[in-house]
Every structure is written in C-alpha cells, then in structure tokens.
C-alpha cells in the first residue's frame, strides 16, 4: 500500500512512548515521520502500529544511522534493511542526514559535522547517488547541529548543501532549528544561509527545540529536542517560510517527551506561520 502523500502542513515525529495514544486517539494530526531503523525488524509492536497508522496518516521516513559522510563504505547491511524497509512501507518522503558516525567497524550513535570542502562533497554526492540508486527513488538529506568548526572547509554550509543537492539530484530537509543554531555556536548569519538555500530543492523543515549552556568559549547552543521550540527559531522559521514558500514541516521532540498534547500545541503554532504565508499568497 503506497503511502499518501505529505501535505504542505505541519506533522509530527511520532516515537514509541506516544504511539498508543495515537494509535487509540486517532489525533488530527496530517503527518507522522518515524526513524527508519525502529521498523528495520520485520514485525513486532512496533511495525504493526506502524502498518495500522499508515493506513489513515501520510508517513514518512527519517534514517539516522547510516553514516552518509563516512570514509569508509556504508554498511552494506544497514543499506538492505533500509531498502527492504522502503520498499515494504512505501513511504511518502525518505530522509538522511549529511554527516557522518560510524567508522572502524564502531557506531558513535551521533550526527557528526563534515569538513565543508570539495573532497568532502565529491564523497556525499557518490553517497547520495548510490543511496538513491538503491532505494530507487529521490531522498532529502538534512542539515546537521554542529560545535566544531574545520579549519580547512573552502565553503559554507549552505553552500555545500546546495551543492550536494544540484550534483545529486537529491533534495534537502531544512531543519530551521539547526541552522540557528549553528549560527550561535559559528557566528554567522542564519538569514543568510537561507538565502543560499535553493528553494526548488527543499521537500521538507524541521522544527525542534534546543539547550543553552555555557562553554569555555562563552553560550553554546546544543540540539537538545528536549523542549518547545524557541523564539528565536519561530522568527527564523517565519523568515524561511517568506524565502523558500509554504514546506511540509515537522515537529521533532527525543527526549524528556511530554504529554503528545504539548507536540499537538507545537504544531499549531508552526500551522499558523503557515497559514500566514498561504494569505500572503493568496
């Protein structure tokens, strides 16, 4: 059964501690996004909800284990299960991550940061490409959080994303929360790194909420997903919207989850920066 497609709203990341209340409350929510190595297994609790839930909701894919940007070959197991997961759920949307976190036969079970440099494209562009081969279809790759700068990267961030995207023929998954928060920890201008963003190319926005601590080198911004989305990251949200136009956009929250209530509240506010741009449009 093919997936429906996403719509241009605002949908959630739906993870297990959740998944009875919605599978029980049937919430009026137009999309859901799962990790795809939660549903690598054939069957279980897990995949059964998953089946029921596709029946009545868009869904889509989110991997965060395969390790794109890697020295070394992606793991030729992983890519199976990932193509037998796609092929048996037919999701709507297939996403990655530009980063890397596995190497020497170890999984560091994070997104790490690429060198942004032409070697470093060539490798992602050949990735992508056989990601896409495989799977036999477009996917979008995200932007990660960083908190390390490479002294040697030749261009920007966005620059490389856009990049990747025209060489590969993939999309990107614009997580607002992300580029803002690079922004703080690197010091520079998140308006202008959604100005280089090819707008044609993004499928999707992420939306999540981050922590501030204080480092040796004064606020660090970590990616948390532990709390509502910030001010901040609303008025850039706000901004990209204006940029790019309306994008399926999504909720994420991965730790300390609260009351699906709290996701449900989220979304309604993301709903009315989209409605503002549909006015506007109109």
């Not at 241009?8 to 209340?21: C, D, F, M, Q, Y």
Request: hydrophobic share 45%; aromatic share 8%.
């Amino acid at each position: 059964m093919r997936a429906q497609p996403i719509p241009t709203s605002v949908g959630i990341g739906l993870r297990p501690a959740h998944v009875a209340h919605v599978l029980h409350h049937r919430p009026a929510v137009p999309f859901f996004e799962l990790h795809s190595e939660n549903l690598f297994c054939a069957g279980g609790v897990l995949w059964d909800a998953f089946d029921a839930l596709r029946r009545d909701y868009p869904v889509s894919l989110h991997g965060v284990g395969l390790s794109l940007g890697s020295a070394e070959p992606l793991d030729p197991a992983h890519l199976a299960a990932l193509r037998a997961l796609v092929q048996r759920a037919e999701p709507a949307l297939v996403s990655e991550h530009v980063c890397w976190g596995a190497i020497g036969g170890r999984h560091y079970n994070d997104l790490l940061p690429l060198p942004y440099t032409e070697e470093a494209l060539e490798l992602m562009v050949a990735r992508v490409g056989q990601l896409q081969e495989t799977l036999g279809r477009r996917v979008l790759v995200e932007n990660v959080s960083s908190y390390i700068h490479f002294s040697h990267s030749t261009l920007s961030e966005w620059e490389f994303l856009a990049a990747l995207a025209a060489r590969s023929g993939c999309g990107l998954l614009l997580d607002v929360n992300n580029v803002y928060v690079n922004s703080v920890n690197h010091g520079f201008d998140a308006q202008r790194f959604i100005d280089g963003v090819p707008a044609a190319a993004v499928g999707e926005l992420h939306l999540a909420g981050f922590t501030r601590k204080q480092g040796l080198g004064g606020e660090l911004l970590i990616d948390s997903h532990d709390q509502r989305v910030d001010a901040a990251v609303w008025a850039l949200y706000g901004y990209t919207l204006a940029r790019l136009g309306a994008k399926p956009t999504l909720i994420e929250w991965d730790q300390h989850l609260p009351d699906f209530a709290v996701l449900e509240d989220e979304a309604r506010l993301a709903t009315e920066h989209l409605d503002v741009v549909a006015a506007l449009a109109a």
